[in-house]
């Protein structure tokens, strides 16, 4: 097995190498004191089968000429097949973390919580594992035997976690299963009366991760800081706003001032370029980038940024009884991100802005990846990725932007601008109707920005804008007053989709973004059973890329300007996004 690089949604990348007898994951992240991971860890996974699986001529012949009764066969213990990690299995395989590689403390600061810090690397293995081509799932049983293989029953790809290695403690195990990352089909509280006072019992021995709900676990669970700076991560770890006057950051002297970009730009006469250039010039700060805010994984502290839901609380909206919604990410804020190995791009979503300043992407891309900054020095006191999205950009674009002039590149473009030029394109409008001068795109996105069931976003790949997407509560939508009021679920969501740029186009990238949209809305509330769509009837293309990502049409419904195909996608039946 050749080493592979795992990108993390964090823009983190980690690199696999095989190792004898199992896997070792290497961080590449150079600044190990503010690094998210220790330097490494090794795995062991093999493929473990039973004596069935192993057909031997010789003993079949013995087996025939010396029959074995039944009842001598039931006594018979069966011997376990101990094979070396070469592909997934569908059931077969265990995994168990073996050791990890901690430098001395004054190199690096370990977790305050090693339960945490353990749950991260084994999350961070699972990503790998989960992201390795899919086992044939399907199930040869003797009442299948006779079946043709594509009719044959499918089992659930699933990975067996041992109890050995670092996770022999008689509590580890009981607060990883509580976390939510592994399983055990044996929910009763067990024989053994010295559970968690000497030992951990029985009942946690046989404990697993399914590939469905690995993919249902939010990484913010996961993935934190264990140190307020967190230099190789793309997204700012602390506020995004200027401290107050006279107020210290930590790690800088409480004398001299933080810049800001804002203020770079005043003493270099407006040139935000300039302004720009100014911060990259010298050693680069977090507050530098105040102009977005930070992203899913930011956190002062070495908590993870996931939060339970608060309590039910329900209002009306227009006679319907709904819960109250939580705020959405703010405007330009990063809600989603991951890197699709297929397209080697990262797929990012952010929340629709007004700002009369491009959105800058903060965010990873290919180009600028954990292990390319890992190999070069010149990187390794200098992680801001300020840096690789500002070299990503355009610059002789943005420089004509500051002189006034009319720029085709999308990353240099406002959002209004970008609503403008993607709804004046005649495929868009024959669809949206949304066409006609910038002040009318500018007021459609002031309605939806201020809509209290839904929020515009921007879909990026690499940071490059390519369409513009909502995410709307289908309780209180004029949907739910279409459909039977039974099948719309409290926290039901909705997508309406549009793709503007021509070269982000074709079914498979339909795909991966619309399983990323849906891959969001499972995570960002586990209640949420179901997303619906409704394209209009004559859109048989995108009727066809829903289906293909895993909708499915429960019929039709008639609002007052068209006629919809109802698309609907449950989280039972949803396994995991496009890779």
């Given at each position: 097995?050749?080493?592979?690089?795992?990108?993390?949604?964090?823009g983190?990348t980690?690199?696999?190498?095989?190792?004898?007898g199992?896997?070792y994951?290497?961080?590449?992240?150079?600044?190990?004191?503010?690094?998210?991971?220790?330097?490494?860890?090794?795995?062991?996974?093999?493929?473990?089968?039973?004596?069935?699986?192993?057909?031997?001529?010789?003993?079949?012949?013995?087996?025939?000429?010396?029959?074995?009764?039944?009842?001598d066969?039931?006594?018979?213990?069966?011997?376990?097949?101990?094979h070396?990690?070469?592909?997934?299995?569908?059931?077969?395989?265990?995994?168990?973390?073996?050791?990890?590689?901690?430098p001395s403390?004054?190199?690096?600061r370990?977790?305050?919580?090693?339960?945490?810090?353990?749950?991260m690397?084994?999350?961070?293995?699972?990503?790998?594992y989960?992201h390795?081509?899919e086992?044939?799932?399907?199930?040869?049983?003797?009442?299948?035997?006779?079946?043709?293989?594509?009719?044959?029953?499918?089992?659930?790809?699933?990975?067996?976690?041992?109890?050995?290695?670092?996770?022999?403690?008689?509590?580890?195990?009981?607060?990883?299963?509580r976390?939510g990352?592994i399983?055990t089909?044996?929910?009763?509280v067990?024989?053994?009366?010295?559970?968690?006072?000497?030992?951990?019992?029985?009942?946690?021995?046989?404990?697993?991760?399914?590939?469905?709900?690995?993919?249902?676990?939010?990484?913010?669970?996961?993935?934190?800081?264990?140190?307020?700076?967190?230099?190789?991560s793309?997204?700012?770890?602390?506020?995004?706003?200027?401290?107050?006057?006279?107020?210290?950051?930590?790690?800088?002297?409480?004398?001299?001032?933080?810049?800001?970009?804002?203020?770079?730009?005043?003493?270099?006469?407006?040139?935000?370029?300039?302004?720009?250039?100014?911060?990259?010039?010298?050693?680069?700060?977090?507050?530098?980038r105040?102009?977005?805010?930070?992203?899913?994984?930011?956190?002062?502290?070495?908590?993870?940024?996931?939060?339970?839901p608060?309590?039910?609380?329900?209002?009306?909206?227009?006679?319907?009884r709904?819960?109250?919604?939580?705020?959405?990410?703010?405007?330009?804020e990063?809600?989603?991100?991951?890197?699709?190995?297929?397209?080697?791009?990262?797929?990012?979503?952010?929340?629709?802005?007004?700002?009369?300043?491009p959105?800058?992407?903060?965010?990873?891309?290919?180009?600028?990846?954990?292990?390319?900054?890992a190999?070069?020095?010149?990187?390794?006191?200098?992680?801001?990725?300020s840096?690789?999205?500002?070299?990503?950009?355009?610059?002789?674009?943005?420089?004509n932007?500051?002189?006034?002039?009319?720029?085709?590149?999308?990353?240099?473009?406002t959002?209004?601008?970008l609503?403008?030029?993607?709804?004046?394109?005649?495929?868009?409008?024959?669809?949206?109707a949304?066409?006609?001068?910038?002040?009318?795109?500018?007021?459609?996105?002031?309605?939806?920005?201020?809509?209290?069931?839904?929020?515009?976003?921007?879909?990026?790949?690499?940071g490059?804008?390519?369409g513009?997407?909502?995410?709307?509560?289908?309780?209180?939508?004029?949907l739910?007053?279409?459909?039977?009021?039974?099948?719309?679920?409290?926290?039901?969501?909705?997508?309406?989709?549009?793709?503007?740029?021509?070269?982000?186009?074709?079914g498979?990238?339909?795909?991966?973004?619309l399983?990323?949209?849906?891959?969001?809305?499972?995570?960002?509330d586990?209640?949420?059973?179901?997303?619906?769509?409704e394209?209009?009837?004559?859109?048989?293309?995108?009727?066809?890329?829903?289906?293909?990502?895993?909708?499915?049409?429960?019929?039709?419904?008639?609002f007052?300007?068209?006629?919809?195909?109802?698309?609907?996608?449950?989280?039972?039946?949803?396994?995991?996004?496009?890779?």
């Amino acid at each position: 097995m050749a080493p592979s690089i795992v990108h993390l949604p964090n823009g983190q990348t980690l690199t696999v190498t095989p190792v004898f007898g199992g896997l070792y994951f290497k961080s590449n992240d150079l600044n190990t004191h503010h690094s998210v991971f220790p330097p490494g860890w090794t795995i062991i996974l093999n493929c473990e089968d039973e004596e069935e699986d192993h057909a031997n001529p010789a003993a079949s012949v013995h087996a025939h000429t010396h029959p074995i009764s039944e009842i001598d066969r039931a006594g018979m213990p069966k011997r376990q097949h101990i094979h070396r990690f070469r592909k997934p299995s569908l059931q077969s395989d265990h995994m168990y973390i073996s050791s990890i590689s901690n430098p001395s403390s004054s190199d690096f600061r370990p977790s305050s919580s090693p339960t945490r810090g353990i749950a991260m690397m084994l999350w961070a293995s699972l990503w790998w594992y989960f992201h390795q081509p899919e086992p044939d799932r399907q199930l040869t049983t003797p009442a299948s035997a006779g079946t043709p293989e594509e009719g044959r029953p499918k089992g659930e790809w699933r990975v067996n976690i041992n109890r050995e290695g670092i996770f022999q403690g008689k509590h580890l195990f009981p607060k990883l299963e509580r976390m939510g990352l592994i399983a055990t089909e044996d929910s009763s509280v067990g024989l053994d009366p010295e559970d968690g006072v000497r030992n951990a019992g029985e009942g946690w021995k046989r404990m697993f991760v399914s590939r469905k709900s690995f993919w249902q676990l939010d990484p913010r669970i996961y993935l934190f800081t264990l140190s307020p700076t967190q230099d190789s991560s793309p997204y700012p770890s602390v506020s995004p706003a200027s401290s107050r006057p006279a107020s210290p950051n930590r790690g800088t002297d409480r004398t001299t001032p933080t810049p800001n970009l804002s203020m770079t730009a005043r003493n270099t006469g407006g040139d935000a370029l300039s302004a720009m250039a100014s911060t990259m010039a010298g050693p680069p700060h977090p507050l530098s980038r105040h102009n977005t805010p930070p992203g899913p994984y930011a956190s002062t502290s070495n908590l993870p940024t996931f939060y339970p839901p608060p309590p039910l609380q329900f209002i009306f909206t227009n006679g319907i009884r709904h819960p109250v919604r939580p705020k959405p990410p703010r405007q330009g804020e990063t809600f989603y991100t991951r890197y699709i190995p297929s397209l080697g791009q990262y797929l990012s979503f952010r929340v629709a802005s007004l700002s009369n300043s491009p959105c800058i992407h903060r965010g990873p891309t290919s180009t600028f990846s954990g292990e390319q900054q890992a190999t070069d020095a010149r990187f390794s006191r200098q992680m801001d990725t300020s840096i690789p999205t500002i070299a990503a950009m355009n610059l002789t674009n943005l420089k004509n932007r500051e002189n006034g002039d009319a720029t085709e590149d999308t990353m240099c473009m406002t959002d209004p601008e970008l609503l403008h030029k993607w709804m004046n394109d005649p495929r868009v409008s024959h669809s949206w109707a949304e066409d006609g001068p910038m002040s009318h795109q500018k007021s459609f996105l002031q309605t939806n920005l201020g809509d209290r069931h839904s929020f515009p976003a921007i879909g990026c790949f690499d940071g490059k804008p390519f369409g513009y997407f909502e995410l709307y509560w289908v309780k209180e939508d004029k949907l739910s007053r279409q459909v039977d009021g039974n099948s719309v679920g409290d926290w039901d969501r909705g997508i309406h989709c549009l793709v503007g740029e021509q070269e982000f186009r074709g079914g498979h990238r339909v795909k991966v973004w619309l399983s990323g949209l849906v891959h969001y809305c499972w995570l960002a509330d586990l209640r949420t059973e179901r997303v619906f769509m409704e394209p209009r009837v004559d859109n048989q293309l995108v009727k066809r890329y829903c289906e293909e990502a895993g909708f499915f049409k429960e019929g039709e419904v008639a609002f007052p300007h068209k006629q919809s195909n109802l698309l609907k996608i449950k989280r039972e039946g949803w396994e995991a996004p496009a890779i």
